[in-house]
Each structure stands twice: as structure tokens, then as C-alpha cells.
């Protein structure tokens, strides 16, 4: 059997945590920002790409767009669907089908990941929607 020893708390003084609530602030503000520049994607189809799945773009005209207007209402954000607070994650139902909608951040020529999600400069936002079977 192991024995684990559990040691008490200690005072480590100043150093690199002293300045954990500053960083956490920034850090709040930095997601907040990536969700609002997230949100404006997904609400307006400005800022970023949008990708439309085969399946999506064969459904109908009028159905397509009620898929586009639900994802652009979304806002049923939970720790289920958006654990980091970024909003680039939801599932929306459009005729008793389930779609998907996912934002991705890529650098300026969409040949890596974005240095930087939270700098628009540096970012290429890009939303794919897709039916469920499709993810």
C-alpha cells in the first residue's frame, strides 16, 4: 500500500505568484475579449470566415436559413458547451435535425493556428456549421 503525504502550507513570499490576481484579471479580459470577437462572428457573419458543411448547403433555401438565423441567436452558453467562456461551440435543432456550429482561429493566411485569438491583427476567425453526423 502507498502512503501519500499530504504537507501543510507555506508562506513562499513574493516571486513569480505575487501578481496571480493581476494575471488572472488579465486573463479574464483577454477571454472576454476572444468571446466577443467570437460572438460577432456568429451573430453577423463579419469578422472572420464562414464555412457551410455539403450537408448544409444542399438543405433548402428556406431551411439553410433558418439554420443560419438559429446559430445567429444562439446564446444558450453553459460549462457543457463553452468550458473556456470563449462562445465557439454550440448545437442548435432546425426541423428535428441537430446541427453544429464551431469557431476555429487561424493565422492571417489560414495555413496555422492563430499566434494570438484574442488580436483580430493576427486572426482569421472561421465558423463551420455542420450537421451533427458531420463532426
Known amino acids: 500500500m502507498q ?5 501543510p502550507m507555506i508562506d513562499i513570499g513574493p516571486g513569480p ?5 493581476q494575471r488572472t484579471a488579465m486573463n479574464l479580459d483577454r477571454t472576454r475579449l476572444i ?11 463579419a469578422g472572420g470566415r464562414v464555412m457551410l458543411t455539403r450537408c448544409v448547403q444542399g438543405l433548402p433555401d428556406d431551411e439553410r436559413a ?15 458547451n463553452d468550458p473556456q467562456r470563449e462562445h465557439d461551440f454550440g448545437r442548435v435543432l432546425v426541423a428535428g435535425q441537430g ?6 482561429y487561424f493565422d492571417s493566411d489560414l495555413e496555422y ?11 482569421t476567425r ?5 450537421r451533427e453526423d458531420e463532426y
Open 66 to 80: 433558418q439554420l443560419l438565423r438559429a446559430v445567429r441567436e444562439f446564446d444558450a452558453f453553459d460549462a457543457a
Open 113 to 123: 493556428l492563430s499566434p494570438d485569438p484574442a488580436d483580430p491583427a493576427v486572426t
Open 3 to 7: 502512503t501519500i503525504t499530504i504537507l
Open 99 to 104: 446541427y453544429f456550429w464551431k469557431i476555429d
Open 126 to 130: 472561421v465558423i463551420t456549421i455542420m
Open 35 to 45: 468571446s466577443e470577437l467570437n460572438d460577432r462572428l456568429r451573430e453577423t457573419f
Open 17 to 21: 505568484y505575487s501578481n496571480l490576481r
